[in-house]
C-alpha cells in the first residue's frame, strides 16, 4: 500500500518518520510519514486507540514526539494569523463565555483590531447559522448548535491549516450528516489543508480527498487511500453513488 | 395549586408553624420559660433592644469583625489557591503544610492569639482570617484542578497568552468553586467571630450572648441569637445573589 512516504507537490504539513511512545512503554505512533498537500482534506480513520488523536495531539503542538518531526510548511497569509486552528469534541466550548465570545477566543493571541473581529465573528455566525445565537451561553445550544459553534471558532481565525479531532463524534446521525455537508461546503469556500480524525468512515469518504486508514498496537498508516470522487459532494446523495460505496466497502475491509 | 409555589408557602410557613407550637407549649408550661422564653417575649425585648440602638451597634461590630477577618484571611487564601492550582512545584511545597494545619480546631487557637494580639480588634481579625484562609485555599485549589483539559488544551492549541489564559479560562472556570468557598467561609466566619466575642470583647452578639447569660438575662441572649441567624441568612442569600450575577453560564 504505501512503501515510500507519500510525497505532495506543494506540501503543507510534512510528518516524517513520526513515532510517540508513551511513559507506560505504549507504543502510540510507530515510524509515520506523510505530506499532506496545500489545501488538501485528509482524513485519518481507526479503531480506538490506534493513536489518531495522538497524532493530533502532536500535529496540533499538544504533546511532543519521542522522534521524528511534524512541520507545519504553509505560511500564514498575514502576520497575524496562526499557523494552524484546531476544533475539538464535543464540550470543548467555554461554558463561561457566550457564543460570540467563544468564537472569538482564537483571536486572544494575536492583535486584530477590535472592529475586524467582531466583523468576522459576525459573518462566521451567520454562515454556520449561529446569528442569533451571539449572545447565548454554551448549555443553551443543541449539539449540533455547540459544534458548529466549535468549527467556527476554528475557521474564523483563517489559519492555513485545520486540525479537526472527532468534532462530530458525540453527535446524532442525522445531526452529524448535517453538519458533515455544511463542514463539506466550507471548507470549499476557503480550501483550507484540513486533517480531520474521525471514527466515522462515511463521513471520511464524504469529506476527504485523501483517507489514512490506521491500525493499533502499534498504531501505523495501514494505508492510504485516494477519494476519487467529484465536487462538490452532497453529503447525503453522495450515499447513492456506487463508488462511494466501494470506498466505505474498501476501508472497511481494511480495518477488519 | 402549583407544585412551585406550593413549596414556597411551605417554606413560609414552616418557621412560622414552629415558633406559634413554642409561644402554645410556654404558655401552657410544658415548656420552662426561665430556659424558653415566649417567642411573644423575645418580640418584646427585641424591640426594647432595637430602639436603645443596641442591636445595630452590637450587630455591627460582629458584621465588621466578620468582613475585615475574611478579607483578610480570604485574598490571599485565593492568590495561594490558584498558585496551588496552577503550579505543581507550589503545590507540592504548600500541600503537606496545609494537610498539617487545617484540620487543627481554629478555636482552639483563639487563647494563643489572645496571648499574641491582646484583647483588641486584632484577635478577632485573625481568627476568622485564619479559618477562611484555609478554606479559600483548599476551595480555590480544587477549581482551578478541576477545570476540564479540554479548555487547557483550547487554550494552547490557540496558543493564549498567559495573563489571559488566567483571567479568561483559569479563573473563571475555577469561579464556581471559589463562591462556594466564600459560602463556607461566611458560615465559619460567624461561628468564629462569635465564639471569639464571648472572652475577648466588649461588644458584638457573642459578647451579648455571654453577657445575658452571665446576668441571668435569657430574653436578650435569644435576641441576639435571632440576630445572629438573621445576619447568616441576610448574607447567604447576598451571596446567592452574588453567584447568579457571576455565574449566569450555570444552568440552575
Partial sequence: ?256 | MKRGSLERWMQFVAPLSLVLLWEVLVRSHVLDARFFPAPSEIVSTFRKFAVSGDLASNTWSTLQRIVVGSLLGGIPGTILGLAMGINRYVRAYFDPVIALLYPIPKIAILPLIIFIFGLGEWSKYTLIAIGVFFLMTINTQSGVRQIDKVFIDVARAYRIRPWAFYTRVLLPGALPNILSGVKLSIGLAIVLGVAAEFTAAKSGLGYTIFNSQQLLDIDTLYVALVAVSVLGFVMTLGLEMLDRKLLPWIRR
Fill in chain 1, 1 to 256: 500500500m504505501i512503501d515510500a512516504p507519500e510525497r505532495a507537490a506543494r506540501p503543507a504539513i510534512r510528518i516524517d518518520h513520526l513515532t510517540k511512545r508513551y511513559d507506560s512503554g505504549l507504543l502510540a505512533i510507530d515510524d509515520v510519514s506523510l505530506e499532506v498537500a496545500a489545501g488538501e482534506f485528509l482524513a485519518v480513520v481507526g479503531p480506538s486507540g490506534c493513536g489518531k488523536s495522538t497524532l493530533m495531539r502532536i500535529l496540533a503542538g499538544l504533546e511532543s514526539a519521542t522522534s521524528g518531526t511534524t512541520e507545519i510548511l504553509a505560511a500564514p497569509a498575514a502576520k497575524n494569523v496562526l499557523p494552524a486552528a484546531t476544533v475539538f469534541q464535543e464540550y470543548s466550548l467555554f461554558p463561561w463565555m457566550r457564543v460570540a465570545e467563544n468564537v472569538a477566543f482564537g483571536f486572544e493571541s494575536l492583535d486584530v483590531p477590535k472592529d475586524e473581529v467582531k466583523a468576522r465573528v459576525d459573518e462566521i455566525l451567520k454562515l454556520v447559522g449561529l446569528e442569533k445565537f451571539h449572545n447565548a451561553y454554551p448549555h443553551e445550544l443543541s449539539g449540533g448548535m455547540k459544534q458548529r459553534a466549535a468549527v467556527a471558532r476554528g475557521f474564523v481565525v483563517d489559519a492555513p491549516v485545520m486540525f479537526m479531532d472527532e468534532p462530530f463524534g458525540a453527535l446524532d446521525e442525522q445531526t452529524r450528516v448535517n453538519l458533515v455537508g455544511e463542514l463539506g461546503a466550507l471548507w470549499e469556500r476557503t480550501k483550507k489543508t484540513v486533517v480531520f480524525i474521525t471514527h466515522g468512515i462515511e463521513e471520511a469518504v464524504t469529506l476527504a480527498d485523501r483517507v489514512v486508514v490506521m491500525s493499533k498496537n502499534p498504531g501505523t498508516f495501514k494505508a492510504v487511500i485516494t477519494i476519487d470522487l467529484p465536487r462538490p459532494r452532497d453529503a447525503i446523495k453522495i450515499r447513492a453513488d456506487k463508488a462511494f460505496g466501494e470506498y466505505v466497502v474498501q476501508i472497511w475491509d481494511l480495518l477488519r
